[in-house]
């Protein structure tokens, strides 16, 4: 199954030199940003359900907009660079004979990988390199693609030496990683998006699946909810908030909170 190259440039870009490859996927993903990423941020910061919704009700200032675009257009590079080197390094066995088992792989290996590198980058040695993601004490979509080029090169790196490890059993499946990206990045968009989409209800119907108030809680309150898309390493690890639940039903009936921490946390402090 090969997706249209709107979806996926990696399989029409396979044949072409390195530089070239880079610029394809360049604008490939800047294309991406202003299709979905722009109108996100729209939404996010101007619709009135979305104000109705936030997680946190705390303005956003202009200069937080500004610094999330300049990290956002070099974490777009680098990801162009990184995947070209990749792709380019020619170590992993590349076909699209397996997009189902590559797409799934990729999911489950996200979840263990980012979690723990997150975890390490919250410990004192080596928080400089995630401190730029954390200049956004309450999120935008675009906060989802802020990154140090040296954090964004490890969370796509170690993505790519899962799959050269998956190479050895079955050929990495562009189309595969390309679909899990498209999910990747609409989630992550929506999980800063500092909106709660997800009723109560649909919440504990999905009680492994992590919605935009888990991650937003992360942000605010900096240790606790490392997870990716799910809430399942963060409950295996015992790294949850105890008043998450609270805290997403506030936020899905308008009444989101108007400071960072809990209160016995301001007390403490
Ligand atoms: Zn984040
Ligand atoms: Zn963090």
């Known amino acids: 199954m090969n997706l249209p190259s709107w979806i996926n440039p990696i399989n029409e870009g396979l044949n072409l030199p390195a530089t070239t490859m880079l610029v394809v996927l360049t604008l490939y993903l800047a294309a991406r940003a202003l299709l979905v990423l722009a109108p996100m941020m729209v ?17 956003i200032t202009p200069q937080q907009i500004r610094y999330e675009v300049r990290t956002a257009f070099v974490n777009l590079l680098v990801d162009a660079a990184v995947l070209t080197a990749m792709i380019k390094s020619n ?19 996200m979840e263990i990988w980012f979690y723990a590198l997150h975890r390490v980058l919250h410990t004192r040695a080596f928080y400089f390199i995630h401190r730029v993601h954390h200049e956004s004490k309450v999120t935008t979509p675009m906060t989802g693609m802020t990154f140090s080029v040296v954090e964004r090169a490890l969370i796509v790196g170690g993505f790519g030496m899962g799959l050269l490890a998956m190479s050895f059993v079955v050929p990495v499946s562009p189309s595969g990683v390309a679909m899990y990206f498209m999910f990747n990045y609409t989630l992550g968009l929506f999980g800063h998006s500092n909106i709660e989409i997800y009723s109560p209800a649909v919440r504990q119907l999905l009680f492994f699946w992590t919605t935009p108030t888990h991650h937003s809680m992360h942000h605010a ?4 909810h490392y997870g990716l898309m799910t809430t399942v390493m963060d409950s295996l690890f015992r790294t949850e908030f105890s008043d998450y639940v609270h805290l997403h039903q506030q936020a899905y009936s308008g009444e989101g909170a108007t400071k960072l921490v809990k209160p016995q946390q301001r007390e403490a402090a």
Not at 43 to 59: D, K, P, T
Not at 91 to 103: K, Y
Not at 221 to 224: A, L, N, T, Y
């Open 43 to 59: 939404w996010a910061l101007r619709s009135q359900f979305a104000r109705a919704h936030r997680v946190y009700r705390i303005e």
């Open 91 to 109: 170590l992993a066995q590349i076909g699209d004979s397996h997009v189902l088992e590559t797409a799934v792989f990729s999911f489950v290996w």
């Open 221 to 224: 309150r900096v240790r606790g």
